[in-house]
């Protein structure tokens, strides 16, 4: 499974990349606003500080104003993908990037229709929102699983990204179930390695090391 990191913080991408853990990125307009950065210098520095693909979000509503905007954003690097929401104008305009050769996202996906959908669009990925759904006691890697299940059916080449990632289990669930990626925020990144066990049985090991003969200084 591949991880991409949810963030456009460049010191987070920055850090995430040098534990060696990342093979992408995402971001949404929500995520910008946080930066003080202009999110176009913002998101050129992005694109070249990784080699994996960086989604980023168009932000028209029309397929006309989407598809403008989509081949702007690709124009930025090589490893843009464009991240289009689900709707029916946004599937339009998926279908014709895809026959631009240009990468799509679809996303705040919420149903396996809506899943299905966007892969006979063409789309290049899906991403469901695991962590929006469970705020509203729906089961978000539920869908996810549907929406494999839907696509190992029919040989769809649409890859799963679960997004909206709130904790280590999202993660632990979606490699269970064999999805493609998952997009994680950059303080769920670090939580998926600690465990007390760990911490305590390491503490454990450099006190009992001070007192291992020939082993001090
Ligand atoms: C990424 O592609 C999504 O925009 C992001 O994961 C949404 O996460 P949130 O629900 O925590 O805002």
């Not at 959908?117 to 729906?138: E, H, M």
């Amino acid at each position: 499974m591949r991880f991409f990191i949810d963030t456009a913080n460049l010191a987070e991408i920055r850090e995430a990349k040098a534990y060696g853990l990342i093979d992408g990125v995402t971001t949404n307009p929500s995520l910008f606003s946080k930066e003080s950065e202009n999110w176009r210098t913002l998101a050129d520095k992005i694109c070249h500080e990784v080699d994996g693909p960086v989604s980023l979000e168009v932000v028209g509503t029309t397929a006309e104003d989407m598809v403008r905007e989509a081949r702007d954003l690709a124009g930025i690097a090589p490893n843009v993908v464009v991240k289009i929401p689900m709707l029916m104008e946004g599937l339009k305009a998926v279908r014709q990037l895809s026959e631009e050769g240009i990468s799509t996202n679809v996303t705040l996906c919420f149903s396996p229709s809506q899943a299905l959908l966007a892969a006979k669009a063409g789309a290049t990925y899906i991403s469901p929102f695991v962590g929006r759904l469970d705020d509203t006691s729906s089961d978000g890697m539920e869908l996810v699983n549907q929406i494999i299940t839907i696509y190992r059916n029919y040989g769809f080449k649409t890859q799963v990204l679960v997004a909206s990632v709130r904790n280590p289990i999202h993660i632990v669930q979606a490699a269970l179930m064999g999805a493609d990626v998952a997009t994680i925020p950059f303080k769920v990144l670090n939580r998926l390695s600690r465990h007390p066990l760990t911490d305590a049985g390491l503490t454990q090991f450099l006190e009992d090391w001070k007192k291992t003969p020939g082993a001090q200084g």
